[in-house]
């Protein structure tokens, strides 16, 4: 029986199809290691210590990376909230990826719905539902469904809000109450850049201010931030002087930021323009910005000031480091989005909705359609650890601050540049503390370097190296 216009209208409108669609286009190359061109380095940072828990033993408040040559490995970094979900599946499932990924997308699609949610509540279902598709089809996309904290964290912080938000109309105020704090606390901890969103909070409680359950939220919210700013101003210090290793980026001066900023503006701004949304998204975002200004939508524009004013914090913050990588536009993404979703619905016909969300979406799945496959330069590392024979000792590899490769040798060692490796004094200090291989990269990380260790073996991405006196490996 064929389905009726109505019934059609009513499916294609209801963003839990397409929430479950964009869940399953994803689902394709699921299995895949983290060896797609776009930051490779930062999900095996991840998957590393995941590994690490499954065969050391959890360890939440000291997690170790593999990177530390003969240190221990323990260093300060997010909260491992993420990394023991994915280790509890690599003790279920072994060394398989779709695990960790799945447990992303999961998070990003949930998070999404809460956001759909959210925004229904406070300005109606179609703002809501244009909102969480340019949500959905943005930058969030391909980043939920990556081994990586920041969708996963956001996810949680906007499920935790959506709960909170709801304590008004439920009948069960106390396990909303208990529920979103706990879900922004969680949220907070695995990244806390998601605590931008919060920003928000005033104006969603501010009808309902002397509620006395909006009071106790608005509490809990505040106390849901101290495990976060404990873990990240305190305990991450306190792990990388005790324990002599620096991994995580707690960013630097804001002024130093503002300065780099502003030096790489052109960049800069292309997180915003093209990265987020890409072209057809921002243009949408600012028709959003121009209705909102028109129609004197102070509510929204507030709303507005207040997310930037947080979002600004971060990129302060960040600096250089925010415009080279793109995944530190996430946290403003939804606010994009919201003035999106609103400036669609206020278009005269909603056929011209309809013909932007299907540009949006076409050209945020074709810029992002290289996420499904492998760079074909990185495969050869999926042969590293065999390649490197039984010998389990600590390595050394010339691919700069990137554990990517270390990750896929499964062994302990160094991450050098050239200039390191070839030093002399350098190669004497790592036979003292026990080196007993070398894995020059010819490109990707570096360019080809000449050590004076044995050739062990060598193909078209590295050539590796044996401690003095080892004999080549037969062909």
């Known amino acids: 029986m064929m389905m009726d216009r109505s019934t059609l209208t009513r499916c294609t409108a209801d963003i839990r199809l397409w ?211 404990w873990w990240y101003f305190l305990w991450v210090p306190h792990l990388v002087e005790t324990y002599g290793f620096w991994h995580f980026f707690m960013g630097g001066s804001m002024v130093e930021g503002a300065g780099q900023l502003l030096r790489n503006w052109p960049r800069t701004l292309d997180n915003f323009y093209f990265d987020a949304l890409r072209f057809s998204g921002f243009a949408v975002f600012l028709l959003g910005l121009y209705f909102a200004a028109k129609r004197r939508e102070y509510g929204l524009l507030l709303a507005f000031a207040l997310l930037c004013g947080a979002f600004l914090v971060v990129m302060l913050k960040a600096g250089d480091t925010f415009w080279v990588h793109a995944y530190y536009v996430l946290p403003f993404i939804p606010t994009m989005a919201l003035l999106g979703g609103y400036g669609l619905t206020q278009l005269p016909d909603v056929r011209w909705a309809s013909v932007l969300l299907v540009i949006v979406a076409v050209e945020g799945l074709a810029a992002q359609a290289n996420d499904f496959r492998l760079s074909p330069p990185l495969v050869p590392l999926l042969q590293l650890e065999e390649d490197l024979g039984q010998d389990k000792g600590p390595i050394a590899m010339n691919t700069g601050q990137v554990p990517t490769a270390m990750y896929f040798a499964h062994r302990r060692g160094w991450t050098m540049t050239n200039t390191e490796l070839a030093d002399p004094a350098t190669l004497d200090a790592l036979l003292r503390d026990g080196c007993t291989r070398l894995v020059v990269f010819k490109r990707t990380f570096e360019t080809a370097v000449e050590v004076p260790w044995p050739l062990l073996l060598e193909n078209e991405l590295y050539r590796i190296h044996g401690t003095p006196g080892v004999e080549r490996a037969p062909h």
């Open 19 to 229: 929430v479950a669609v964009a869940f399953a286009l994803r689902l394709i190359g699921i299995g895949n290691p983290p060896l797609e061109t776009s930051h490779h380095w930062r999900q095996t940072s991840v998957l590393m210590v995941a590994r690490n828990f499954t065969e050391q033993g959890v360890d939440l408040m000291h997690p170790r990376m593999d990177t530390a040559g003969t240190l221990t490995g323990i260093t300060g970094m997010e909260f491992p909230l993420l990394n023991l979900l994915i280790a509890w599946g690599m003790l279920l499932f072994g060394d398989a990826y779709w695990p960790g990924r799945v447990i992303v997308l999961i998070a990003g699609s949930l998070g999404v719905l809460c956001f759909h949610k959210l925004v229904g509540r406070h300005l109606g279902v179609r703002t809501a539902f244009y909102a969480a598709l340019l949500l959905l089809f943005s930058l969030w996309f391909m980043y939920a469904r990556k081994v990586m904290p920041d969708v996963f964290a956001l996810s949680l912080v906007l499920a935790g809000l959506e709960r909170l938000d709801a304590v008004r109309g439920t009948r069960y105020p106390w396990a909303a109450l208990a529920g979103g704090s706990l879900l922004v606390a969680a949220g907070l901890l695995s990244k806390i850049t998601a605590g931008c969103l919060l920003a928000v909070w005033p104006l969603l409680v501010w009808p309902h201010r002397s509620v006395r359950s909006v009071q106790f939220a608005t509490g809990l919210i505040a106390v849901a931030t101290v495990p976060a700013l």
